[in-house]
């Protein structure tokens, strides 16, 4: 089995199990967001769709992507001052954050994270989550 249908199946699971209705447009979306592999914003989900699904609204499209983020499916960025989605990589993973491109999306996995050399200036203080990005132009839009 590919690894793009096993991830597509995987999300259609896990969509079922949080009580969202099997749709070709969910499934649509979800391959889509999969195959670009990169943070994409709803307007181009929207426009992609458009092309599969004449007339599909772009409410429907932003609800089924905030729904998919809040099942882990998705994972969320701001750049430029637009919110982006990218497919959540997979949980198997170690703990790792990202270098994203700020022209086309493109994102690459840093494998280590900083937080142990902030944990030591924050002592005493309860850290209960964090969020690295490093934000530049990756290979091909330089």
């Known amino acids: 089995m590919s690894q793009v249908k096993s991830k597509v199946e995987q999300s259609?699971?896990?969509?079922?199990?949080?009580?969202?209705?099997?749709?070709?447009?969910r499934e649509a979306i979800i391959t889509y967001l999969i195959k670009r592999?990169?943070?994409?914003?709803?307007?181009?989900?929207?426009?992609?769709?458009?092309?599969?699904?004449?007339?599909?609204?772009?409410?429907?499209?932003?609800?089924?992507?905030?729904?998919?983020?809040?099942?882990?499916?998705?994972?969320?960025?701001?750049?430029?001052?637009?919110?982006?989605?990218?497919?959540?990589?997979?949980?198997?993973?170690?703990?790792?954050?990202?270098?994203?491109?700020v022209v086309c999306g493109k994102t690459k996995e840093i494998h280590m994270c900083p937080m142990q050399y902030f944990e030591e200036q924050l002592n005493g203080c309860s850290i209960e989550g964090h969020r690295f990005e490093i934000l530049g132009r990756c290979e091909n839009c330089q």
């Open 12 to 25: 259609l699971e896990t969509m079922k199990e949080h009580g969202l209705k099997y749709t070709k447009k």
């Open 37 to 101: 592999n990169r943070y994409i914003s709803a307007k181009e989900v929207y426009e992609f769709m458009n092309g599969e699904y004449k007339g599909v609204s772009y409410d429907t499209i932003y609800r089924n992507l905030h729904d998919f983020e809040e099942m882990e499916l998705l994972e969320t960025t701001d750049l430029n001052g637009e919110k982006k989605y990218r497919f959540h990589c997979s949980h198997e993973l170690e703990h790792h954050h990202h270098f994203i491109c």
